[in-house]
Each structure stands twice: as C-alpha cells, then as structure tokens.
C-alpha cells in the first residue's frame, strides 16, 4: 500500500464551511455530495450537536470554480434552513502545541463559576482549550477539555488548588496513546467499595464497636501506625464467632455505582484488583462475587470457630498496599503507568502515589491534599468518566445485555 502523502502544505489556501442552525437527517450527506462535483479534498471535519443545533463545520482545499462551489454550498443551507459562513485562509489547522492533557471536570452541580475560574486557570499555565466533550449529566456533570500548550503536572496542581476553592473535582491526566491502553484498577475495600469499616462491624459483635471506632478513625487520618493500630484492634475481637463474618459479608452495602463500573470496565478487558487493610474472610468473597482479578489483605487467625484476636501472616499496611500494586501490575502484565489506584485513608496514600493515577475517593484531607485527584461525590462509577467514558456509552452497553 502507498503511503499516503498530505498534499495540503502551511502555505496553500483552504476554506472553511460552516453550517449553524437546527439538526435534521440528511444534512452531512447532502453537503459532501454537492462538494464531490467540485474536486476538493477534506482536510477536516468536526460537527456538534447541542439541544438540537447543529454546528459543523469543513475545511476544504480551494474549488477551482469558487463562485459555483459557493452557489452550492449556500443552496445546501438554504435546503435545511441553516446559516453558512465560507472564510478563506491559509493551511491546515496549527498543530497542536506541546503538553496536551485531558482535564475532566465534575461537579454536583456544576456552576458557571467553576468553569470559568478552571478555563482561567488553564489560560494561566499557558494552555489552550482545544476541545470541550460533555461526558455525564447525571449523577454528576462531567466535562472534559482536550488541552495544549501547559504541562499537565503545572495544570495538575494549579487546578487542584482551583477546584477545592469551587468545590469540584478534576483530574489531569496526559493525552497519549497510552490512555487507550488496558488498565489495572486497584481499589482500597472498607470505605470505598463498600460503605462502612467491616472491623467495626465485627467489633459490635465483642461489644467494642465504639472503641475500635476512634482508632480506625485515627489510623485513617494518618494519626496512628496502620499495622500497630490493626493489631490493638483485632485483639479486641478475641472470641467472636467466626459465623459472624457470613452475617457481615450478607449485610455489605456496596457503594453507589460499584458495579456498574466494575461491569463496564471489565467489557474494555480492565483487570480489577482489591488491596485491603480488612481480612480475607470477607475479601475473597466479595472478589468471587464481582469477578475480582487479584486480592491482597490480612487474615484473622479462627481456632474452634472463634476468632483469637491474632491475624496470621504479614500485615497489608500502607507499604503493603503498594507493594501489592505493583505485584498485581507485573502479574497482568500491564504498566504501572496504566494503573488506577481507588482509596479513602492515610494507609492507601503510597498506593495512591504508586499507580499512574490515584483517586481519593470521599477521603480524609490528608489524603485528598496528597493525591493525584480527588473524587467527593458518592458515586463509584464517576470514576469511568475521569477514563474518557461516557454516561450514553454505559448505558447503550447496559441496555445491549
């Protein structure tokens, strides 16, 4: 096959068609068939419908025969009562500078202000909004902006700052080919995946619920040692039945959203994995369950069906989680750039800094402060749009099944 050679050099005049007005069937179809009679090439397209209007807009090489190629082209506006502009210039699009990024932005609700103070801010770094793609309208607003001209570890922390002040959340994430690539998705479990701490919820059962409370409270917020902070607890369990973990892993409430993004992820081929400072009594059931890859936490020692108090083995501490990450990465064979890592606590922050992108999600401000981003919406399968996904595309793949 030849090599197809751009004949469309910087100097050589163009034109660009423009089509505004209400949408009707027929109208792409009708332009490029006029245009045909005229020997043009496209150079490029790019169309938008927005609540019924249309805009799309062609760029062409000059018609040798310009007065008839503008008859034509107006006729096809006149046919479908849309308003066209014909502009004469010079070249192709400008090249897209360095620096690209995808910036998505979400927000319950999404105000005016948040967009204008985050278009701002990329202005600042140097940047330029190339395009804008509406992702979601429920049960958040997602948007995302291609963007060009900044750095996206610049643009990163500049719009962190702007999106704590507006209360939204945004990710930066680098516009490569590498964002097409299968990932690992890593999630933290207690808190995360589900609502609630499954060691408090043992705990009720020894009668110290309130007590193992305030030091899972403090070991969250990075105040205590996670692994000595794990043991002081679960020796307050000594004696619980072990039927009890059957009766907590029936009542587990799982977070809004949390399977609808396991599901669509895992039609892209995305592996899933469970990195947990919880126990493998409930883990591994919940993995079985949700069609989990790979699962690392901690195991509670039972002897005559009665929890001792003890766990066996090493402890999944915040180090651990990390380590299990990038053990999960090499096991799929996939990059550790290309992983998601999905957590609430001080223990899931090295986790967090280790995976290509790390999400707080509904976090402490330890966490939230020191992540890549930061989700505070309620709904797990917001994550899917920070992946370019959108709301119409989960739903088209849910009503095919």
């Known amino acids: 096959m030849t090599e197809h050679v751009p004949t469309v050099h ?17 109208v792409s179809t009708r332009l490029f068939s006029e245009l045909a009679a005229f020997g043009v090439e496209v150079i ?30 107006r006729g096809v506006g006149e046919n479908f009562g849309l308003d066209v502009t014909i502009e004469y210039g010079i070249g192709d699009n400008r090249a897209r500078r360095v620096g690209r990024a995808q910036v998505t ?9 948040a967009v204008a103070g985050m278009t701002a801010r990329i202005k600042a770094a140097g940047g330029n909004i190339d395009r804008i793609l509406r992702l979601a309208r429920y049960p958040v607003t997602a948007i995302k ?3 060009s001209g900044a750095e996206p570890d610049v643009l990163q922390k500049d719009l962190a700052a702007e999106a704590a002040a507006q209360g939204v959340d945004v990710a930066v994430q680098e516009h490569g080919i ?23 919820m043992i705990a009720a059962r020894a009668g110290f619920e309130e007590q193992v409370a305030a030091v899972t409270a403090s070991a969250m917020k990075g105040e205590l040692d996670f692994g000595a902070s794990l043991e002081s607890r679960v020796a307050m369990l000594a004696g619980v039945d072990a ?26 081929g995305y592996k899933f994995a469970l990195v947990s400072g919880g126990f493998t009594q409930i883990i591994e059931r919940i993995a079985d369950a949700l069609g989990i890859d790979y699962y690392a936490a901690n195991e509670l020692e039972v002897i005559d069906g009665k929890l001792t108090g ?8 915040r180090a651990g989680k990390a380590d299990a990450l990038r053990h999960f990465a090499e096991q799929a064979g996939i990059p550790v750039k290309n992983t998601v890592a999905i957590g609430d606590g001080a223990n899931d922050l090295d986790m967090l800094a280790a ?22 919406v309620p709904y797990l399968d917001a994550i899917v749009y920070l992946l370019g996904i959108t709301r119409e595309e989960v739903e088209a793949a849910d009503a095919s099944d």
């Open 10 to 26: 910087l100097t050589d005049p163009t034109v660009l068609v423009t089509l505004t007005g209400p949408d009707q069937s027929g």
């Open 44 to 73: 490029d397209i790019e169309q938008l419908v927005l609540r019924g209007r249309l805009v799309l807009g062609v760029l062409l090489t000059i018609a040798d025969e310009r007065d008839a190629f503008e008859r034509s082209v």
């Open 105 to 113: 932005i979400l927000g319950a609700p999404l105000y005016p202000a």
């Open 145 to 147: 902006l291609e963007v």
């Open 178 to 200: 590498l964002r097409h690539a299968q990932r690992l998705i890593v999630m933290d479990v207690d808190s995360t995946l589900i609502q609630g701490e499954v060691i408090e």
């Open 243 to 268: 039927t009890a973990l059957d009766e907590i892993y029936e009542s587990l409430v799982y977070s809004p959203g949390a399977r609808t993004m396991i599901r669509t992820l895992k039609r892209l």
């Open 310 to 317: 003890k766990i066996l083995g090493p402890i999944v501490d």
């Open 355 to 376: 995976a290509g992108l790390g999400i707080a999600f509904n976090a402490k401000p330890l966490v939230r402060d020191k992540a890549h981003t930061s989700l505070n």
